[in-house]
């Protein structure tokens, strides 16, 4: 097996951000992303996936370093400020690296 080390972007936040955090993902340079519906409690509370204003999505990115840290910068100083958000960046094992 021959892999490359890329980064996983992970980022949990209101669901209402979607299409928005989205179009940054893209313009920032990601080639894909994966979204999901999540639920769980935080510093502002427990988010349910039952009402769509109160819940919340993951979205996954693997890609560059570069791009990691570029779309990490953007959310933090775009929405941390009025919006539930974390972020996480992981190092992962890829088997096609062109893709990301």
């Known amino acids: 097996m021959n892999s490359h080390t890329r980064k996983l972007l992970t980022i949990v936040t209101e669901a209402v951000l979607e299409s928005v955090l989205i179009r940054d993902i893209e313009l920032l340079g990601a080639h894909g992303y994966t979204v999901s519906d999540v639920r769980g409690k935080g510093s502002r509370g427990v988010r349910s ?52």
């Open 49 to 100: 996936s039952s009402w769509d204003s109160s819940s919340n999505i993951r979205v996954e990115v693997l890609c560059d370093e570069k791009t990691a840290a570029a779309i990490a910068a953007h959310l933090q100083a775009h929405y941390y400020a009025d919006y539930a958000m974390i972020l996480f960046i992981n190092d992962v094992a890829v088997l096609r690296p062109e893709k990301f």
